[in-house]
């Protein structure tokens, strides 16, 4: 998937991905991750979310990488707070007390400048890349943060009836991307009432990856 359809899909607003409130799943199962106040969480292609505020507001330190400089900017102006911004190779690194966003290419993130993280929270990230990209996410996403604790969000459909993003991720996928590093535990399985898009069925699950011993 092109860097462009991301950047137009923010600049037009069609982010019907964005929910507004806090998800859920996370607010119901965030203890399974067992983090302290001032434990980070990273969160791949944040966007915008609303669980950065509200995992703020449990004293967690949030790191996030995010394509779209739109949806960083607007993440702060709606935070309220006004970061530094130093650009970092190819990446823009906005940092502010306890939440640091690194704007640009995902793959571009090293451990370096990641630092250490204590726990992943992906909620729309592997469900938004294609097929061929998923691999290298989940790769270098374990790579990235040494293997560390993740909540992970997939979405379950029937793929012939829309195109994604978001995208159809069965539990078997979630075991070929993540089993040689992770225990993989199903939290919850729900169905979402209005269904994908308001149209198609589909169920929305969230795993618990926890590092194997």
């Given at each position: 998937?092109?860097?462009?359809?991301?950047?137009?899909?923010?600049?037009?607003?069609?982010?019907?991905?964005?929910?507004?409130?806090?998800?859920?799943?996370?607010?119901?199962?965030?203890?399974?991750?067992?983090?302290?106040?001032?434990?980070?969480?990273?969160?791949?292609?944040?966007?915008?979310?609303?669980?950065?505020?509200?995992?703020?507001?449990?004293?967690?330190?949030?790191?996030?990488?995010?394509?779209?400089?739109?949806?960083?900017?607007?993440?702060?102006?709606?935070?309220?707070?006004?970061?530094?911004?130093?650009?970092?190779?190819?990446?823009?690194?906005?940092?502010?007390?306890?939440?640091?966003?690194?704007?640009?290419?995902?793959?571009?993130?090293?451990?370096?400048?990641?630092?250490?993280?204590?726990?992943?929270?992906?909620?729309?990230?592997?469900?938004?890349?294609?097929?061929?990209?998923?691999?290298?996410?989940?790769?270098?996403?374990i790579n990235l943060t040494n293997g560390a604790?993740?909540?992970?969000?997939?979405?379950?459909?029937?793929?012939?009836?829309?195109?994604?993003?978001?995208?159809?991720?069965?539990?078997?996928?979630?075991?070929?991307?993540?089993?040689?590093?992770?225990?993989?535990?199903?939290?919850?399985?729900?169905?979402?009432?209005?269904?994908?898009?308001?149209?198609?069925?589909?169920?929305?699950?969230?795993?618990?990856?926890?590092?194997?011993?």
């Amino acid at each position: 998937m092109q860097h462009d359809f991301w950047h137009q899909r923010w600049q037009n607003q069609q982010i019907g991905f964005h929910l507004d409130a806090v998800n859920p799943l996370l607010a119901a199962h965030f203890q399974a991750l067992d983090l302290q106040a001032g434990q980070r969480v990273f969160i791949p292609l944040c966007g915008k979310t609303l669980d950065i505020h509200w995992l703020l507001s449990k004293g967690i330190h949030v790191s996030g990488a995010e394509l779209s400089q739109l949806a960083v900017d607007t993440l702060f102006t709606e935070l309220g707070v006004t970061p530094s911004i130093t650009q970092r190779g190819s990446l823009r690194h906005y940092s502010a007390e306890h939440i640091d966003i690194f704007q640009g290419d995902f793959f571009d993130l090293d451990k370096a400048l990641l630092g250490k993280v204590n726990a992943i929270y992906d909620r729309a990230a592997l469900i938004a890349l294609p097929p061929e990209m998923r691999i290298r996410y989940s790769q270098h996403l374990i790579n990235l943060t040494n293997g560390a604790p993740q909540l992970l969000i997939s979405f379950h459909y029937d793929q012939s009836l829309a195109e994604g993003p978001p995208f159809n991720v069965s539990a078997e996928e979630v075991t070929a991307h993540y089993a040689q590093a992770y225990d993989i535990n199903l939290l919850a399985d729900e169905i979402l009432p209005t269904g994908l898009k308001g149209k198609f069925p589909a169920q929305e699950k969230l795993w618990l990856l926890s590092p194997l011993k």
